[in-house]
């Protein structure tokens, strides 16, 4: 018998996450400089760490030898603090990913299902295939979530809906609207996790009230990131503001160390860097009317984004992607998605913009 048939079978199928391609990776792989080239597939905050948070990770090396504090008070003080939440309403995450398993491997059983949106984050799925439950997804509406459609999808045995706003990768969102119609519909009985990854580069208008919405419904989680408009993917840090029930159980099955001290210090000193936050969303708006602009004048199809990326449709998505690869750009593909003919691309400084938008016409002209 072959060790693998010890795990069991809804473990055995799982394609795992292919994250995007790294710059060494790709530099090994085509023999290309790595300072040549431009990595726009990860949705990565392209100014860097803000210098606040650089300088107190600085300060918190001396402390390394030590375990960091597993229950991360100072983190949640000034998460509770900026949120107006109490600390038992929050959760530590080793990056949102981290959130979205807890909940998952928290309230889930062989016997639950769990709703999401066709064409939402590939981790609902794997997080739900990793505890035996089973997957519900929803076929989407313009490449966005369908509301009304997942509420109708909710069973008997549904403990959990994951929802995107905005969503990766399409970029599309829900109206505030809709969103507090869907939790006023939910079963009380059934935990809505709203996915929030991307919600600090939506304008002030075009955001939901989630925390005035998770004071009303005590069956909603929020999960949020410092990955992307704060700059720390690399330390990977994300949180959860949910009921104090709620957020008691999935700290029972947390691991106690799971955000170290240089992304919990480093995460304090961003979460109060405002100033960089600004220019976060400044360069990403800009950089958003830079490469749609570019789309409309190539005549190339592209879903309209709230997020720090876009999502375009070419004639075969395989072959521009391996194109960009070769000229050392990195997008990202987006076949596992069931868009084969489709990529990704997050908004970089000016001068990547640029680099990709080359390329692409390049790839056009041959």
């Known amino acids: 018998m072959s060790l693998s048939q010890l795990a ?200 939901s009230d989630s925390l005035a919405l998770q004071r009303q419904f005590p069956n909603l989680i929020i999960s949020r990131t410092l990955s992307k408009a704060y700059g720390l993917a690399g330390l990977r840090i994300g949180f959860a503001i949910a009921a104090p029930e709620v957020a008691d159980l999935m700290n029972r099955v947390r691991q106690p160390f799971n955000v170290n001290s240089l992304a919990q210090a480093a995460a304090v000193a961003a979460l109060d860097d405002l100033d960089y936050l600004r220019e976060t969303v400044r360069v990403n708006r800009a950089g958003m009317e830079q490469i749609t602009s570019a789309f409309v004048r190539l005549g190339i199809p592209f879903i309209p984004s709230y997020g720090n990326f876009i999502t375009f449709h070419v004639g075969d998505g395989p072959a521009l992607n391996q194109f960009m690869l070769q000229r050392g750009v990195i997008i990202r593909p987006l076949a596992s998605y069931g868009m084969r003919d489709s990529l990704r691309v997050s908004i970089g400084l000016t001068g990547e913009n640029d680099r990709f938008i080359a390329v692409l016409e390049e790839a056009l002209d041959g």
């Open 8 to 207: 069991p079978a809804y473990i055995r199928t799982i394609a795992p996450y292919q994250p995007g391609k790294p710059i060494a990776e790709l530099a090994r792989e085509m023999q290309l400089n790595e300072a040549d080239i431009v990595k726009l597939a990860s949705n990565e905050n392209p100014l860097g760490i803000s210098p606040k948070a650089r300088a107190a990770m600085l300060q918190a090396m001396d402390e390394l030898a030590r375990y960091p504090d597993g229950n991360g008070f100072a983190l949640k003080s000034a998460l509770a603090k900026k949120f107006g939440v109490g600390l038992g309403q929050i959760v530590l995450g080793n990056g949102s990913n981290d959130i979205l398993e807890l909940a998952a491997r928290t309230f889930l059983t062989p016997a639950d299902s769990v709703v999401y949106s066709q064409y939402s984050f590939a981790v609902y799925p794997l997080a739900t295939q990793a505890v035996g439950a089973r997957g519900i997804e929803v076929r989407a509406v313009d490449f966005g979530h369908d509301l009304d459609a997942m509420l109708a999808a909710i069973e008997p045995s549904t403990k959990l809906v994951f929802i995107a706003n905005p969503n990766n990768p399409t970029g599309t969102m829900c109206r505030p609207g809709d969103l507090v119609e869907f939790m006023e519909k939910c079963p009380a009985t059934v935990l809505v996790v709203l996915d929030e990854a991307y919600t600090e580069y939506l304008p002030a208008e075009k955001r």
